[in-house]
């Protein structure tokens, strides 16, 4: 482009000069004509001279205003460019902002997780040992009990009767019951036998129950307790046993005598 308007511009400028000097040359060889036209023949050079400069002028304005246009559009478009390229990297911006926010919820949520796990570890830690120590006492005691399973086992399941005995007395013997309120168990086992609990004789055998429960044990303290007389007879109080008056081959006969 700019090498056309130096060629336009070099034309027009030989178009202008050449009449001046075509004009200049044609004045008459007549002194006093000649004189004269060459001094108007000067004034319309110096008139086509500045024509030439406004006209050389003009083309040099043009050109520098083609030039800022040039500019000014190549300057939009890379404004447009940027514009468009900032647009982009602010909404990419806003997604990771948004995915950032996300990501410090889901953070704070596992952080939250993370904790509550570290608190049930400890706790499961805590259960664990308290569990061995449970396994531990639980070998304990199962030894005990085994041990007392044995010692049970080889407690007596009958008994002898001797002079003296009542069925408190048994009860209360350590090898018995250790409990003279259990009486009754020793007397619904012998029913058979034993027809008054109040009356028993020497070298009777009666069983002693040992495969008893917690409500049996429960009931015959409660029987113990509530054993009335027998009707008609003359009521004496022996121990917690109420006891009537007895043949001399009773065992109680010695506690009457000897009360």
Same mark, same amino acid.
Request: some cysteine.
């Given at each position: ?51 030439? *400069? ?47 926010? *996300? ?41 005990? +009990? ?69 409500? *049996?044990?429960? *009931? ?14 003359? +009521?004496?109080? +022996? ?6 008056? +007895? ?13």
């Amino acid at each position: 482009m700019r090498k056309l308007t130096k060629i336009v511009t070099a034309v027009l400028i030989s178009a202008m000069i050449s009449p001046a000097v075509f004009a200049e040359t044609s004045c008459p060889s007549n002194i006093s004509n000649y004189e004269t036209c060459v001094a108007t023949n000067a004034t319309e050079n110096a008139t086509q001279t500045n024509s030439t *400069e406004t006209a050389i002028t003009t083309t040099q304005t043009t050109t520098s205003y083609e030039e800022l246009m040039a500019q000014y559009n190549k300057a939009l478009e890379e404004y447009n460019t940027l514009k468009a390229e900032l647009e982009k990297e602010e909404k990419e911006l806003a997604m990771l902002k948004a995915q950032e926010a *996300e990501l410090e919820q889901r953070y704070n949520a596992l952080s939250s997780d993370i904790e509550a796990l570290k608190q049930e570890i400890a706790y499961r830690k805590q259960l664990e040992a308290k569990i061995a120590e449970l396994k531990a006492r639980l070998a304990q005691a199962g030894s005990k +009990v085994e041990m007392l399973r044995r010692k049970f086992m080889a407690l007596p399941k009958s008994y002898r009767v001797v002079r003296g005995d009542t069925l408190w007395g048994i009860s209360s013997k350590s090898y018995i019951y250790n409990d003279p309120w259990q009486w009754p168990l020793i007397y619904r086992a012998n029913r058979d036998k034993i027809k008054n609990p109040h009356l028993i004789f020497p070298n009777q055998v009666f069983t002693i129950p040992r495969n008893i429960t917690a409500e *049996e044990v429960i *009931e015959a303290r409660k029987q113990a307790l509530r054993t009335p007389p027998p009707p008609g007879a003359k +009521v004496i109080k +022996v121990g917690p046993v109420k006891a009537e008056d +007895v043949p001399k081959t009773a065992t109680d006969y010695f506690l009457f005598m000897n009360k």
